[in-house]
């Protein structure tokens, strides 16, 4: 199947540092969305890309999709305890209300 | 603020026994899903449904699973007979395009 594979797996940052966490797929994407999941909670929607090269900024996170469409990242800036969580990219499956195929996501922590 | 509601929020079953979950979606939504995630590991897709059937669904969803829209609010997923390695995080969610809205989730242990 297309699989979405994210980077690293575990991040662990003292608080006030950048982090980045990298999404890959071996296909190309005709979109990317992103969403955090709180320790114990469900997948709560941050963004979707569409675009080649697109960059969308919400407050310290920057998110971009590559020009070949078959990468994104998300940045944070200075990070802070309330980033705590995972951060997951996914691939909605048609350029509409379908599937969606997670990536593995990233599990963020932050050292006080 | 609209969300997803999901009972019960912890369910636990012996295996070989039928559970129904259940999740009231955001009203206006047309897409719902099912979605579980395994403890530490992904969110991994179901199914789908749209118009009272189902539009696609993963190889996880055999025919131990089945969903459900009994009325004009309630989406249920029952699994017939199930196993221990059916225990996990059950999302639902309904979607409005761009974004799915994920209910707070139903933990199942199987023992």
């Known amino acids: 199947g297309q699989q979405v594979m994210q980077i690293p797996q575990y991040q662990h940052v003292q608080e006030g540092e950048d982090f980045t966490t990298y999404c890959n797929s071996s296909?190309?994407?005709?979109?990317i969305q992103w969403y955090k999941q709180r320790p114990g909670g469900h997948p709560v929607f941050l963004i979707q890309?569409?675009?080649?090269?697109e960059v969308k900024k919400q407050k310290r996170l920057t998110f971009q999709f590559g020009e070949a469409k078959k990468n994104s990242s998300l940045h944070i800036t200075a990070t802070q305890t309330t980033d705590v969580g995972t951060y997951f990219c996914?691939?909605?499956?048609?350029?509409?209300?379908?599937?969606?195929?997670f990536g593995t996501g990233t599990r963020l922590t932050i050292i006080p | 603020e609209p969300e997803v509601t999901q009972t019960p929020s912890h369910q636990v079953t012996q295996m070989g026994q039928e559970v129904i979950l259940r999740c009231v979606p955001i009203?206006?939504?047309?897409?719902f899903y099912w979605y579980r995630q395994i403890l530490g590991q992904k969110v991994e897709f179901l199914v789908s449904?749209?118009?009272?059937?189902?539009?696609?669904k993963s190889e996880i969803f055999d025919d131990q699973f089945s969903v459900e829209r009994p009325d004009g609010s309630n989406f249920t997923l029952k699994i017939r007979s199930t196993k221990l390695e059916d225990s996990a995080m059950y999302f639902c969610?309904?979607?409005?395009?761009?974004?799915?809205?994920f209910g707070q989730g139903t933990r199942l242990t199987v023992v």
């Open positions: 296909t190309t994407l005709s979109n």
């Open positions: 996914a691939r909605l499956s048609n350029f509409g209300n379908e599937k969606l195929t």
């Open positions: 009203s206006n939504h047309l897409y």
């Open positions: 449904f749209y118009n009272n059937e189902i539009s696609e």
């Open positions: 890309l569409v675009k080649s090269g």
């Open positions: 969610a309904s979607g409005a395009d761009p974004e799915a809205f």
